[in-house]
């Protein structure tokens, strides 16, 4: 399994990013992705994921309505298009996969080493006041 993150880079508050997450080693449509990010000192978070078999999507609460997962299977890609960005917005996201062992939900984002088995390398988004 391997997973490549791109599309970060600076922006300012209220603009937008949208990062791609190209997967491959194994069948895209059996998995569900997920983004997480991590800021300095601070612990990881869950931001969204979505189920590759039937694109059901789950957010956080804190980019509700912001940010909006999609997966194009054609492609093996996750994209995660990030609108009307925030400072506290800032990290390094990463992308995660696995072949979901249990009904996917919210829970999935707070307890991604539960159900999360293989992680990309990062990309960072700054996102400047």
């Known amino acids: 399994v391997q997973l490549v993150e791109s599309g970060g880079g600076l922006v300012q508050a209220g603009g937008s990013l949208r990062l791609s997450c190209a997967a491959s080693?194994?069948?895209?449509?059996?998995?569900?992705i997920g983004w997480f990010r991590q800021a300095p000192g601070e612990e990881r978070e869950g931001v969204s994921c979505i189920t590759n078999s039937d694109g059901t999507t789950y957010y956080a609460d804190s980019v509700k309505g912001r940010f909006t997962i999609s997966s194009d299977n054609a492609k093996n890609t996750v994209y995660l298009q990030m609108n009307s960005l925030k400072p506290e917005d800032t990290a390094v996201y990463y992308c995660?996969?696995?072949?979901?062992?249990?009904?996917?939900?919210?829970?999935?984002?707070?307890?991604?080493?539960?159900?999360?088995?293989?992680w990309g390398q990062g990309t960072q988004v700054t996102v400047s006041s």
């Open positions: 995660a996969a696995d072949i979901p062992g249990a009904t996917v939900g919210n829970w999935f984002l707070s307890n991604p080493d539960r159900y999360f088995g293989s």
């Open positions: 080693g194994f069948t895209f449509d059996d998995y569900v």
